[in-house]
């Protein structure tokens, strides 16, 4: 706790002192829990200078751009790391030794498959579903093959429902995919590494050999690894609100995943390639640019609630871009050229200057994984198999704190005041 104070006064003689605590980075936050007593609730809709909860886990400094795993730049990790090391350091605070990362893969590999009868709960699927409609129904559903996970203050059986899901994800996510195209599903290869057991889950068929493409497995990992936490994002927030409740950890993760599938976040990599496709040619850019400017409709992958300055992730991800595009000789794809000419006329216009709008994470994953091979309706459950690392690190964070509350916020309410039942007859 600092020892600075803010000081609140009622205007009715009353006066509060509330605590101020100290962030190690990032803004203090003042106490406002004792704010109630005084008859007054603090109001901030969406959040927007509400800390909810307090957390180790992940730091974003959006003024300059950068983003923290457990204090590791980003960019450090994508460059040094794998998505499974990044989930060893979210989940446990630190970088994992060899033989901890050994262990942890190997544990995870033991959990890849699905109970078989998840294969009947497939069929009951239209066709024509969105992968993350049935994301959402298929993680909700492993609930019910896992009772015993609800027994999660056990620090053992925490940690193998933990294992289950990072290592499920990747099965139930391609298995959506092959469903909808009619493709048998592949069962996973535990001999793959995390990266390639997806891939070769999406794209092998029992009739040939597969072989993963190392760049392509390397900047799917790092697709993986940059979207594995971000602070208290909508999604996160949910899986805490979920999982304050003290509910079964798969369904708090299916609420988040839930909560991902919008168009305001997880679903804006989805976005960016349809906007992309709407706009056709790079003759078009100016006239979009200038409906944008109008506020006909907003520049999908633009923007950010907290990143004021470039996304850190958006600069790697623009570089794989170029490295999976000469691998698979796509670099005069039409649609990176009319999305580079989009970038270059955003980033030099007044509007997008003045308004502090960079190009975020999605607007360069959409293209990489459009050129892998992944259909645009499989964004955001790749988004999804990737954050689901970051949810539960935050919720085990959350359920394990010595003094956990259900979340339960206020309201600031205008409506109706009392009043009486009136009869049908005398309405
Ligand atoms: N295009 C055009 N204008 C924009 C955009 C955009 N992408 N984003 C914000 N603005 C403008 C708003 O019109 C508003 O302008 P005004 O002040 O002149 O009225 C101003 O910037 C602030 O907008 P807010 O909605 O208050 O900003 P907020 O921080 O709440 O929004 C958000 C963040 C939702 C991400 C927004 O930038 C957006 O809609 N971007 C497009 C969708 C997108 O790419 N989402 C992915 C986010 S990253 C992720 O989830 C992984």
Not at 109 to 123: R, V
């Amino acid at each position: 706790m600092s020892k600075k104070q803010v000081i609140i006064d009622f205007g009715d003689g009353r006066k509060v002192e509330l605590p101020v605590f100290d962030a190690t980075l990032g803004q203090n936050v003042v106490d406002m829990r004792n704010l109630g007593k005084y008859g007054y609730w603090s109001y901030d809709p969406a959040f927007l200078s509400t800390a909810a909860c307090e957390s180790k886990i992940t730091f974003i400094d959006g003024d300059a751009g950068q983003l923290f795993y457990r204090g590791y730049p980003v960019e450090q990790l994508a460059e040094h790391s794998t998505h499974l090391e990044g989930a060893y350091l979210l989940l446990n605070g630190e970088l994992p030794t060899q033989k901890e990362k050994d262990d942890f893969e190997r544990e995870i590999t033991l959990h890849t498959m699905l109970n078989d009868q998840i294969y009947s709960l497939f069929k009951g699927f239209r066709r024509d579903a969105h992968p993350m409609a049935m994301v959402t129904g298929v993680v909700g559903a492993l609930a019910a093959f896992y009772p015993d996970s609800f027994y999660f203050k056990d620090p053992k059986i925490r940690k193998i429902s933990i294992q289950r899901l990072i290592a499920k994800m990747p099965t139930l996510t391609a298995m959506c995919y092959r469903y909808t195209y009619g493709l048998p599903f592949m069962f996973p290869q535990n001999k793959l590494n995390y990266a390639e057991n997806f891939l070769y889950m999406m794209f092998a068929t029992p009739c040939e050999d597969y072989v993963v493409n190392p760049v392509i497995a390397k900047a799917f990992d790092r697709i993986l690894l940059l979207h594995a936490d971000h602070e208290q994002n909508a999604s996160t927030s949910t899986v805490r609100i979920a999982g304050s409740s003290g509910t079964h950890p798969f369904s708090a993760v299916a609420a988040g995943v839930a909560c991902l599938w919008g168009p305001s976040h997880g679903g804006a990599n989805e976005a960016v390639l349809k906007m992309l496709t709407e706009i056709g040619d790079e003759s078009k850019v100016d006239e979009y640019v200038a409906g944008v400017k109008d506020k006909k409709y907003r520049l999908m992958g633009f923007g950010h609630r907290v990143y004021k300055n470039t996304d850190p992730r958006a600069s790697i991800m623009r570089k794989t871009c170029y490295e999976v595009l000469e691998v698979l000789g796509k670099k005069d794809d039409p649609l990176f050229k009319l999305a580079m000419k989009l970038e270059q006329v955003a980033l030099s216009d007044d509007y997008f200057i003045s308004h502090k709008l960079y190009p975020n994470v999605d607007f360069y994953s959409g293209i990489i994984l459009r050129a892998i091979g992944i259909p645009d309706s499989m964004f955001t459950a790749v988004f999804a198999l990737a954050r689901t690392v970051g949810w539960l690190a935050q919720w085990q964070e959350m359920i394990t704190e010595p003094d956990i509350k259900i979340s339960r916020p206020r309201q600031l309410y205008t409506g109706s005041v009392a009043r009486n039942y009136v009869p049908i007859e005398q309405r």
